[in-house]
């Protein structure tokens, strides 16, 4: 048991799947897993542990942005022996290219900041995924038939953001999308040994100004755990 985790030792998975909602986590774990059982419930942030498979699996809600999840990315490495880390989470399209409900791999994670910033003081490191699980997500999605893109994303750390001047900057440099949580949980990965993936949905479009409705986003979230499991096992 932690500060913010109330399971208790060998109740987490070595693989767990990371969405920021606590509510989604009780979805993917009804909908994925086999004996999906509840694991923790601290202040609301739920998580469950099952099988899909028969490989164990640990559904844990991260919450928004780059500090909560670098609370529970922290605690399940170090004090729970998580092993690899996959985010499944939702993201705003920053190219025309990128439709509503495609999916979206992510190599890499550019930010302004995150919470392990003062570590490297004038560093700026490259937060990057692990390349096994990258390779065997686009397989996964290859073999699904799912249209998907690989390539670097923005983690920002505020979700109503006022600086159209850096958007048009990162979607000038390719940017595929921005999300709260990815370059930091790449970086807590990386500082301890671990894997980490984010595997993403688009929900809404910067450029066009679409989004999904809650039915829609529910369909469409399931080809990502799918190809988030298939990627872990």
């Not at 693989?15 to 920021?20: E, K």
């Not at 739920?46 to 164990?56: A, E, P």
């Not at 920053?94 to 930010?111: C, E, K, W, Y």
């Amino acid at each position: 048991m932690t500060i913010h985790i109330g399971a208790k030792p060998g109740d987490i998975a070595e693989t767990v799947l990371m969405p920021g909602d606590p509510k989604r986590a009780k979805w993917v774990a009804q909908t994925f897993l086999d004996n999906p059982v509840l694991v923790n419930d601290v202040r609301g942030m739920l998580g469950f542990t099952g099988t899909w498979n028969g490989n164990r699996v640990t559904i844990h809600g991260s919450g928004m942005g780059m500090p909560s999840l670098s609370i529970y990315a922290n605690e399940l490495i170090r004090d729970y022996g998580a092993k690899t880390l996959i985010r499944i989470g939702s993201c705003g399209s920053m190219q025309s290219h990128v439709g509503l409900r495609d999916v979206i791999l992510a190599q890499t994670a550019s930010s302004v900041g995150t919470p392990s910033s003062s570590l490297f003081r004038e560093m700026n490191f490259a937060p990057c995924a692990d390349w096994a699980l990258l390779s065997k997500a686009a397989q996964a999605a290859d073999s699904s038939g799912t249209r998907y893109h690989v390539g670097g994303i923005y983690s920002s750390d505020t979700f109503y953001d006022e600086r159209s001047d850096l958007t048009e900057q990162l979607t000038r440099h390719g940017t595929l999308a921005v999300e709260m949580e990815t370059a930091e949980l790449y970086t807590v990965a990386a500082r301890h040994n671990a894997r980490a993936l984010t595997v993403l949905t688009v929900s809404d479009h910067l450029i066009t100004g679409e989004e999904l409705d809650s039915y829609a986003r529910e369909q469409s979230f399931a080809d990502m755990v799918e190809i988030a499991l298939r990627a872990a096992f």
